[in-house]
């Protein structure tokens, strides 16, 4: 007899997973809203009520309120995501399920001579102290000594 198995592949939902909607959702509303202001902007027909300074041209007033309508919404984006990674660590923590991925960092990498120790670039030789290096893998994964 075959039986279904259930596995656990991983976890959704949760407030930390809401959070990061309601953080995206803003975010593109706040692009949104860019677009919209620019278009408004570069209406030049429209009546002069909101024309700002510029009076049946571009309208600066618009283009201001797109791009600080943009940087709250990427502040917002930030804060809540920031927020439901705090959730998700306090849930890991304790060992409670939780739902999406905890962001990770990039490793960032400098290359150093093992000789004299300063930091060298794609060269074959240390530009310091002019010792070639014989195990280097620098450019693309290709030994270049
Ligand atoms: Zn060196």
């Known amino acids: 007899m075959v039986k279904k198995i259930e596995k656990i592949i991983g ?19 706040a692009i949104i809203g860019l677009i919209v202001s620019f278009v408004i902007a570069g209406n ?6 909101f024309d700002g300074w510029g009076e049946r041209g571009i309208s600066y007033f618009w283009m201001l309120a797109g791009i600080v309508g943009l940087l709250y919404g990427i502040l917002i984006y930030f804060v ?3 927020g439901a ?7 890991k923590l304790n060992g409670i399920p939780y739902g999406g991925d905890i962001s990770k960092a990039s490793k960032d990498t400098n290359y150093y001579c093992s000789a004299c120790g300063k930091l060298v670039h794609n060269e074959s030789e240390c530009p310091h102290c002019y010792k ?3 195990d280097v893998s620098m450019k693309d994964g290709v030994n270049t000594s």
Do not use: V
């Not at 030049?44 to 009520?49: F, G, I, K, L, Y």
């Open 80 to 82: 809540l995501s920031a």
């Open 11 to 29: 976890y959704y939902g949760g407030i930390e997973n809401k959070l990061t909607g309601l953080a995206k959702l803003i975010l593109m509303f």
């Open 132 to 134: 070639k290096f014989n």
């Open 44 to 49: 030049a027909t429209r009546p002069s009520r």
């Open 85 to 91: 990674d705090i959730i998700r660590l306090l849930k």
